[in-house]
């Protein structure tokens, strides 16, 4: 079965502080696409990343870093540093062999970074 | 248009009335999707359209919804005799179409049944 998991429904944090969201998934394909977004208080869909299950290397952007381990079926999304702006939920979501007709969906995390 | 447009914002309704929402998706986007998000929940796949292909129309979840889509622009979800379990966030989005292509969203449009 197809399936993300977050299991952390709610962090708070104090600004500066770095914080971890997990994502874990099952997937019975071998190919497939990891992706996390964003959705602060607005309420808009904000993609941060989209990575392919052949490329294992981690990524860094600005503040944001991303951690994929096979091995562990687990992408998960670390905020160094973290600011207000950064509250927000965080979705990670899987699409199987590229489909994105009906990407998977993890519950989400709610992120409050606190001054 | 930049990104994906959605209208109205906000809506609230009565129950038992018909709701229409609106999606302009990103110029030259050939997918398209409608979501569902509850309050505090994930989201709900509803449709999805690829140029003039036939819509996957699997995630409605009644004969009460529906959704039409003109070539490769505006989508508009329909929703008849809506019931308060039908207030949500309402979600489009638009993508390139191809293998993986990145997925944007609009803003939402909220409803509210009353």
């Known amino acids: 079965a197809q399936k993300v998991t977050q299991a952390q429904t709610e962090i708070s944090v104090v600004e500066k502080e770095d914080v971890t969201l997990d994502c874990v998934y099952e997937?019975?394909?071998?190919?497939?696409?990891l992706f996390w977004y964003k959705q602060p208080p607005s309420g808009e869909l904000v993609f941060l990343i989209r990575?392919?299950?052949?490329d294992e290397q981690n990524e860094i952007s600005g503040r944001y870093s991303w951690n994929f381990q096979k091995s562990t079926s687990s992408f998960n999304f670390t905020i160094t540093a973290s600011q207000v702006v950064d509250s927000a939920v965080y979705f990670c979501?899987?699409?199987?062999?590229?489909?994105?007709?009906?990407?998977?969906w993890g519950l989400g995390t709610s992120l409050a970074v606190n001054p | 248009g930049a990104g994906v447009s959605q209208s109205p914002s906000n809506k609230v309704t009565e129950k038992g009335k018909d709701v229409e929402l609106r999606c302009d998706p990103i110029?030259?986007?050939?997918?398209l999707y409608w979501y569902r998000q509850r309050l505090g929940q994930g989201l709900e796949f509803l449709i999805y359209?690829?140029?003039?292909?036939?819509?996957?129309k699997s995630g409605l979840p009644s004969d009460r919804f529906s959704a039409e889509r003109t070539g490769e622009s505006v989508s508009t979800l329909t929703i008849q005799r809506t019931q308060q379990e039908d207030s949500a966030v309402y979600l489009c989005?638009?993508?390139?179409?191809?293998?993986?292509?990145?997925?944007?969203f609009g803003e939402g449009s909220w409803l509210t049944v009353v």
């Open positions: 989005a638009s993508s390139a179409g191809q293998v993986a292509s990145t997925i944007y």
């Open positions: 110029s030259g986007h050939t997918a």
């Open positions: 359209f690829q140029g003039n292909s036939a819509p996957d």
């Open positions: 997937t019975r394909d071998t190919t497939y696409y």
């Open positions: 990575r392919n299950s052949f």
């Open positions: 979501a899987l699409s199987e062999d590229g489909n994105n007709r009906k990407l998977i």
